[in-house]
């Protein structure tokens, strides 16, 4: 197996932050690898690092086998960067965007054009080609970012929080467009924050959290690794949820998630389920719904980082929720 | 959404090992051609390139040319070489904020990525900006001609105040490339020009000859770059001293240079 992306130990601090503290990755040939995690987890710094932007403190890596740091001109003749930092120009048209792009990769202005052109009408931007960028509307921008990224045919593409704020409808149109790119034997480094996104187009997934790769495999091993389970319970009186709250929590050792009046949490091993309802039974809650079903890789993030993926603050929300529901039925 | 066709060519050459110097000059051009495209897009720009300059030249002339120098005609001889400086500090802001706005959106990180010389992106912004100092400094001889600025050197003094004014803009650049690489968005780049460039032009005689001030205030107009600055343009376009003046000029323009350009490239290293 050839690897596109190799990286070996790779640490970044910026001042007193260690935004990466030794990343290893491996992503062989022409597969999506997806690099999840929350806001500050270091993802967008792997991807500055690995696209020559930045370079590592300790470490070191490749990309199609050039040293990022030592043959990083070769390495930026074989990549296209697509991201939250790095940008198409708001003041100019789609079409001079891609222009500019071409030109400055060495084509001529006839091929230049003709490779704008096509790349334009592949995104369903020919009617906005003469518009200037900053008239785009989010999703159109993306496209451009995008398409931006590929006028020069690259190997390898990173494509940094590619959906963040996007519609449900851009979003599926911007991943059916990186599957077609992995289709034709590009591979795609991705960074995001939606579990969704990368159980999607991930073939294999590494998370990251506060710099480090904490687990990684396949959406399935990574599913599989954390017991694979999750258990819902939702009790019939609202004013039961402290109790199924404080029980869940305690047989499965989380902190449970609470959605309305619905307590989950994932559990690992066979005794969890009985335990929770010896104890609901004990404590004479009436459960309406009670249910163990396969995880997402939601609950994975959870069991694996203890936070949820979208915030890292919300650990302390969930404890708030808990303290104010342990308080509130009279 | 229909699949996109972007297949990578089965036959791929072996990516080069360095970049030319022919090829880092045509990224270069490549890169100004697009700061001035922009332009078309971003009427504002051509606004203050054109009509503020304009602007200036005709309130200055009527309004203040009798109280000062007695008619707008004579005033317009004294002060058009201050106008033209003046303006000249003033659009060299136009290079931090447009390295600003290119590092905050992302775009510098884009150009960064790809495989061109790694001086090409500010080198072409700094080439675009002299080609607007120049538009400006043409449209600013070219109305105050009209109303009946005369050179006094011929065609040679023009050229001469030409580069001697873009060859001074080029050094002033690296003061606005360093602003641009501080602050943290475009509009602070301006808000600099203003509090720092609008005190430093009306503190020499580009407007107002230097006697009439208060003797303290004399000592620094006398040093102030855009009073030399002014002075030399004056005796490149209407007459009087020129060697001096240009020296000073010269000598000022390799201090700011000196001291700010470095000081901007480690700025630019440290925000990258």
């Known amino acids: ?59 070191h890596a490749t990309v199609g086998g050039y040293d990022v ?20 120009d708001e003041n100019l048209t789609g079409t001079e965007n891609l222009l500019l792009i071409g030109r400055l990769l060495g084509l001529s202005r006839r091929d230049a054009r003709d490779r704008a052109a096509e790349l334009l009408a592949g995104f369903q931007l020919t009617d906005a080609a003469g518009r200037a960028a900053k008239t785009y509307s989010g999703g159109m921008r993306r496209r451009l970012d995008l398409a931006a990224s590929l006028v020069g045919r690259p190997q390898v593409l990173f494509l940094d929080e590619p959906t963040t704020g996007l519609d449900p409808r851009s979003r599926n149109d911007l991943w059916d467009i990186v599957r077609g790119l992995v289709a034709e034997g590009v591979t795609v480094l991705l960074t995001t924050q939606y579990l969704e996104e990368a159980d999607q187009l991930a073939d294999e997934i590494a998370v990251v ?43 499965t050792g989380v902190d449970p998630e609470v959605t309305q009046t619905t307590v989950s949490a994932p559990v690992n091993g066979p005794g969890a389920l009985p335990a929770v309802v010896r104890r609901l039974d004990d404590a004479e809650v009436q459960v309406a719904e009670l249910a163990l079903r396969g995880s997402s890789l939601d609950e994975v993030f959870l069991s694996l980082t203890g936070h949820r993926a979208e915030d890292t603050a919300d650990t302390a929300d969930l404890a708030d929720t808990a303290d104010a529901l342990e308080g509130s039925p009279a | 959404m229909t699949a996109v066709t972007v297949a990578a060519p089965s036959a791929r050459p072996v990516p080069a090992r360095r970049l030319s110097p022919a090829a880092g000059l045509r990224h270069t051009g490549t890169l100004a051609w697009r700061s001035l495209v922009q332009i078309k897009h971003n009427p504002m720009e051509l606004l203050d390139l054109s009509i503020q300059p304009v602007m200036f030249v005709l309130l200055f002339t009527y309004v203040f040319g009798g109280a000062i120098s007695g008619s707008p005609g004579e005033y317009l001889t004294f002060a058009l070489p201050g106008i033209i400086v003046q303006n000249a500090f003033f659009a060299t802001m136009t290079t931090g904020f447009g390295l600003n706005q290119d590092l905050t959106k992302g775009v510098f990180d884009r150009l960064r990525s790809l495989p061109v010389a790694r001086w090409s992106p500010l080198a072409g912004r700094i080439v675009a900006d002299t080609v607007k100092q120049a538009w400006s400094l043409s449209l600013l001889l070219g109305v105050g001609m009209i109303l009946g600025f005369r050179l006094g050197n011929g065609l040679l003094g023009l050229l001469a105040a030409f580069a001697l004014l873009l060859v001074f803009s080029l050094a002033a650049a690296w003061m606005s490339v360093l602003v641009g690489v501080l602050v ?58 020129v060697a001096g003046p240009v020296l000073q000029s010269l000598l000022w323009a390799v201090v700011i240079a000196a001291v700010f350009a470095p000081l901007a490239v480690r700025g630019l290293r440290r925000r990258l």
């Open chain 1, 69 to 88: 740091r030592r043959d990083a001109h070769q390495v930026r003749q074989l990549i296209g960067l697509t991201g939250q930092y790095a940008s198409v």
């Open chain 1, 209 to 251: 959290d506060h710099g480090r790769v904490i687990a990684q495999g396949t959406p399935e091993e990574l599913k599989a690794k954390t017991g694979g389970q999750v258990l819902t319970v939702r009790p019939v009186e609202a004013t039961d949820l402290a109790t199924v709250l404080a029980v869940v929590g305690e047989v």
């Open chain 2, 184 to 241: 943290s968005e475009p509009d602070k780049v301006q808000i600099f020009g203003f509090t720092v460039i609008f005190p430093l032009s009306f503190t020499s005689n580009a407007f107002v000859p230097t006697e009439t001030m208060p003797s303290w205030l004399q000592h620094w107009v006398e040093v102030n770059p855009v009073t030399i600055l002014a002075n030399a343009l004056r005796g490149l376009l209407v007459g009087g001293p």
């Open chain 1, 1 to 59: 197996m050839t690897f596109a992306i190799r990286a070996e130990g790779l640490v970044r601090r910026f001042g007193a932050t260690t935004a990466l503290a030794g990343v290893d990755l491996e992503v062989p040939t022409g597969t999506v690898f997806g690099l999840l995690g929350p806001n500050g987890a270091g993802k967008t710094t792997a991807v500055r690092v690995l696209a020559t932007l930045l370079t590592a403190d300790a470490g």
